[in-house]
């Protein structure tokens, strides 16, 4: 017992190995029934950042993070998470993560300041849970019972229970879901300030800005699987050949010549009337080539930009563009 | 929502980590009274552990509708006395345990630093805080319509209502636990409407043919009653059988709510 108590008390004053992940999944294998929601996850979250499991709805982001925090056993697979096994050293692990569940997590009739105390009664160096009601804009509803708030007050309330026993690693399950945009920016800074005073975040989201906003490391996950991961700017980093310029002009205008001056590769397409898409390797040279040629035309290439592919360009990419329910 | 939030609002070292578990009895202490706090704020819960039986303990002491040996009310405190136990510890815990675990706060407590037992603990305190609170009621109406029980009697009282609410608690987070909120809802009233008839409550073991009354003095509603009427009305210790129904009912569906009970 004291012996444990000594290396909680380590944490608390920062001294766990810099190298220990902060979670650390490998091949992470989970069915129900016939259903495969998880299907070989793996990845690390650094200590001290944000990472973002961004995927389509049913992509196996829930699973995975239920999984990690203990409340699911995988089939097959690895997770540590804080160094511990999050099923068998549970009772360890809790008093040092925050989690907000995906919806619901308080009684129907319990009042909003009464369930964070109760949250924070179960830790042991809590935030002010009335700051906290402040800060997250509940103090006019503090007395209102839970079933009355509206879905974003549920969401931030919910956000309050995670963090109020200053954690050091949060469970954040899409945090933003149902929040007007007001209420979203106040969470994403909430995340940064939690980052910038040395916690470590695991977020789960569906919206390409956030994790774009938040996360130092993004998990693209689709089908239970990892299709593609890496900092933002990794993932949204220009592959050439996919590069394109665009610019509007005059419709219905005789590509040929432009072509013809291009270097090989390189494709002119009009998409919609008067705008223009030149595919391939687009360098300098390509660039000057196109605005010589509208010269020649006698006409004025507007809104000319080269195009970097946005998060959600890799994400509709690599997980389709039809919806799915 | 109020204002934007100003950029830079949250000063460096506001969530600087500092986790850890509560102190245990702080954390007991706050579960049992928000557990508490939220029973006597349900009006269906009020309805169920309080009106219904404070309606029968005045109704049928100044009602003769059903035969009781005099002095009514000392005949009926008992009988009461077990209804309220059962009503709180057992229907109106495996309700809320149901409901509770529908809307995730089985799971969210469960995601703190709360030990398994305080998750048990905290609802069973809250549950007997109830009890105590309901007795305390009645036992002043009681007093009212003529009833004055011995010194003993209250001390075997207070001993088979905790072990009481133990058992039926037990009974109520087995149910609760295991099954979806509106089959719970709809056999936790079932259930309680059948032993308040038929369980040795309203109808006690000895008035009925003496078949039907083996198997039920069985039902730990016939033997938390037993036990009181005869701690209260005939002024002797509990029979030992009653004590050993209880803690027999208790201990086995304790033993297989801990197999059973699910979070969500």
Known sequence: MDARRGRDGAHVLGLTTVNTPAVEVSDLVKSYGSTTAVDGVGFEVTPGSVLALLGPNGAGKTTTVEICEGFLRPDSGAVRVLGLDPVADSARLRPRIGVMPQGGGAYPGVRAGEMLRLV??????????????????????????????????QQRLSLACALVGRPELLFLDEPTAGMDPQARRLVWELVAALRADGASVLLTTHLMEEAEALADHVVIIDGGRVVAEGSPAQLTEERPEAQALRFRARSGMDTG?????????????????????????????????????????????????????????????????ELRS | MTDLPPTGRFAPGTFTPAPGAGAPLR????????????????????????????????????????????????????????????????TGQAIALGFDRRYGVVKRLAATALPRWLLVGGRVLGCLAVVALQLVVLGVAAALLGWSPSAVGLVWTVVLAVLGTLSFGAIGVLLGGALKAEVVLALANVIWLVLLLAGGVVLTADTLPPAMADAVRLLPSAALTEGLT?????????????????????????LLATKTTKLT
């Open chain 1, 120 to 153: 924070a009664a179960c830790a042991a160096n809590p935030l002010d849970p009335a700051w906290l009601i402040d800060t997250l804009g509940l103090a006019g509803c503090a007395r209102t019972p839970y079933k009355r708030l509206s879905g974003g007050q």
């Open chain 1, 257 to 321: 010549l432009l072509v013809a001056a291009l270097p090989e590769g390189c494709l002119v397409t009009e998409p919609s009337p008067g705008g223009y898409l030149v595919t391939g390797t687009v360098d300098p040279q390509v660039v000057s080539t196109v605005t010589a040629w509208c010269a020649q035309q006698g006409v004025l290439a507007e809104e000319l930009r080269v195009g970097r592919r946005s998060l959600e360009d890799v994400f509709l990419d690599l997980t389709g563009r």
């Open chain 2, 27 to 90: 954390m007991l202490l706050t579960h049992a009274r928000t557990e508490a706090v939220l029973t006597m704020r349900n009006g269906e819960q009020v309805l169920l552990t309080l009106l219904i039986p404070l309606a029968l303990l005045i109704g049928l002491t100044k009602v003769s509708v059903v035969d009781l040996p005099e002095p009514r009310v000392d005949s009926l405190v008992p009988r009461v006395f077990a209804l309220a136990v059962m009503s709180t510890a057992f």
């Open chain 2, 230 to 254: 005869d701690a209260l009305f005939r002024g002797t210790a509990p029979a030992l059988s009653t004590v050993a129904t209880l803690t027999a009912w208790g201990t086995a569906a304790a």
